[in-house]
């Protein structure tokens, strides 16, 4: 074996904490909870937890506008809850990491309390205050993310503050050292603690450019896209100085034993590489969120896969994401057949794999009412879609009252079917969604080239999604079939010749391959070549 680091070969899991399990019966997920189901993911196989922020926080924007960097949010329980989860998650071999979310605060953090209090506070400068515009109108045109204009008045000191999100996230200024160093300080103390790395929210936000020109009109803008669309966000993301800013938090991390750094980043592939920096001093893995938004088709994710492992860095080390608590859920967008199909492609691919909580049950995009809506995207600007509430429903534990999240009415409705899309249920049998994940997991565990070989395409004029895995002597063969029709591809002679690791109905395991590969419906499978 190649000397890998740990989260190379390891599959990521993201929890949700309100919505992954409840101890108290507040109808909201808590630390406790997650600590009593570690071992549930011990058994699914994943390596790894992240966890969405878990802060102190008034929870405008659910835990992503933190008023305590340092503190535990009582309603996800008490500093000694995370150190028990902590030591029980490590006994197991589970890594666990932290939501890190330095672009901005809460304005009820006390360093923003005190830079609002008056233009000579000693914090004034630690978040972006500028003068009205002549008309008294905001300094610039920036939009923010949640509707409306980027600028907040704040009418004691006659200026405004930007906030990228909501006017309750206002933004830290990454450009004051002091920031800088307290954000630092921050890290040291849950790396200290013995966190074992971190996603970073909105990574590619965190510098602006320091002269505040308008953002440029997006003449691509439709009537139904998010209004911050309405302009491109050339000043307000993706500045070069960010880099500079990602290598500090990177240094920080390298001041402690094999810990990870991720970066969320929703940019364009060639932009998106930039962020393993320069001599791979940024994040160790840039979220890649391409499967997201690329349509459903053979041809588009080859190609698509391919872009990706041409752009990567040398010694960039790829990854990939089917969904997270922003983004609709995956069997919604493609359908529960095809939803197993996606999970063969996610564990297949080279690369760390992250799955998001809930995914391996399949759980489809649930439908809010909207007395129940609860995200302030949604509320700010509703009607066009953007609610995220939808996947963000409780886990389906089982198919008693509350399906076994709470013993009380969950702070989100739960998702349609889980009376039956549950663990207890799924757990039972062998040919579900559930035991394909873990049949998966399984499989990477056991076979080099699927953990950390190297990627080969095989190219097809067929709909179907076929490639090369390889380690040394080790070949595996994943072919997938994304369309509900039955299909079959034949290789020319003696190349093909091997037994079926992982098949998605969990019927043809060892069945033995040559020549050609069949496949039903919604079928994929993985094929062990036999050594040449
Ligand atoms: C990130 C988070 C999202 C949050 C936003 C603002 O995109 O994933 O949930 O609303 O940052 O913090």
């Given at each position: ?7 190379q ?26 600590t ?8 699914l ?18 835990g ?10 009582p ?11 902590l ?19 809460s ?80 890290l ?8 074992d ?10 510098i ?16 139904g ?10 000043y307000t ?7 500079d ?33 320069r ?9 890649n ?38 983004q ?22 080279r690369?760390?794999p ?43 534990w089982?198919?008693?009252e ?21 663990v ?47 380690f040394?002597d ?55 070549l036999?050594?040449?």
């Amino acid at each position: 074996m190649k000397r890998t680091h740990w989260w190379q070969t390891a599959v990521i899991y993201q929890i949700y904490p309100r919505s992954f399990q409840d101890s108290n019966g507040d109808g909201v997920g808590d630390l406790a909870g997650i600590t009593s189901r570690l071992g549930y993911l011990s058994e699914l196989g994943v390596d790894a937890i992240w966890i969405s922020p878990i802060f102190q926080s008034p929870m405008k924007d659910f835990g992503y506008d933190i008023s305590d960097y340092r503190a535990i949010d009582p309603l996800f329980g008490a500093m000694e809850d995370f150190e028990t989860l902590l030591e029980a998650a490590h006994s197991r071999g589970l890594k666990v990491l932290l939501d890190f979310v330095p672009n901005h605060s809460s304005d009820q953090h006390p360093w923003f309390i005190g830079s609002r209090s008056s233009r000579t506070n000693p914090k004034r400068d630690w978040y972006i205050w500028r003068d009205p515009a002549p008309d008294g109108g905001p300094p610039n045109n920036w939009l923010s993310e949640f509707g409306g204009s980027a600028w907040e008045f704040d009418g004691k000191t006659g200026q405004y503050y930007y906030h990228a999100f909501l006017s309750s996230q206002p933004d830290l200024n990454w450009r004051n050292r002091e920031v800088v160093d307290a954000m630092h300080d921050v890290l040291r103390f849950w790396l200290d603690k013995g966190v074992d790395g971190f996603r970073v929210d909105v990574i590619w936000h965190l510098i602006k450019d320091s002269a505040f020109p308008d953002n440029p009109p997006n003449s691509d803008y439709r009537p139904g896209k998010p209004p911050h669309q309405k302009v491109v966000p050339l000043y307000t993301t993706d500045l070069p100085e960010v880099h500079d800013v990602i290598a500090g938090m990177r240094r920080v991390v390298d001041e402690f034993d094999d810990r990870l750094l991720i970066g969320e980043i929703y940019l364009p592939l060639e932009r998106l590489v930039a962020y393993y920096g320069r001599d791979l001093d940024g994040a160790h893995l840039p979220f890649n969120f391409a499967l997201l938004n690329t349509p459903w088709d053979a041809r588009k994710i080859a190609q698509l896969i391919s872009e990706y492992e041409a752009a990567l860095p040398r010694g960039g080390w790829p990854n990939w994401v089917l969904g997270n608590h922003d983004q609709p859920r995956i069997a919604g967008r493609i359908g529960s057949p095809q939803a197993a199909v996606a999970a063969m492609l996610l564990l297949t691919l080279r690369g760390t794999p992250t799955i998001y909580y809930g995914d391996e049950l399949g759980m489809p995009q649930a439908h809010i009412p909207p007395e129940r809506v609860r995200d302030p995207f949604e509320k700010n600007v509703p009607g066009i879609g953007v609610g995220r509430d939808g996947s963000r429903t409780p886990m389906q534990w089982d198919a008693t009252e509350n399906a076994g999240f709470s013993t009380s009415e969950p702070w989100l409705p739960l998702a349609e079917g889980w009376k039956s899309a549950n663990v207890a249920n799924l757990r039972e049998d062998g040919t579900s969604i559930l035991n394909l994940y873990r049949r998966l997991m399984g499989a990477r565990r056991k076979s080099a080239a699927l953990a950390h070989g190297g990627y080969r395409p095989y190219l097809t004029e067929q709909d179907l999604l076929i490639y090369f895995r390889e380690f040394e002597d080790e070949r595996v063969l994943i072919a997938l079939n994304l369309t509900h029709i039955d299909s079959a591809i034949t290789f020319p002679p003696g190349q093909i010749v091997g037994s079926v690791l992982v098949s998605i109905f969990g019927d043809r395991d060892g069945e033995h391959v040559a020549d050609t590969v069949v496949l039903r419906g919604d079928e994929g499978v993985v094929i062990k070549l036999d050594s040449v």
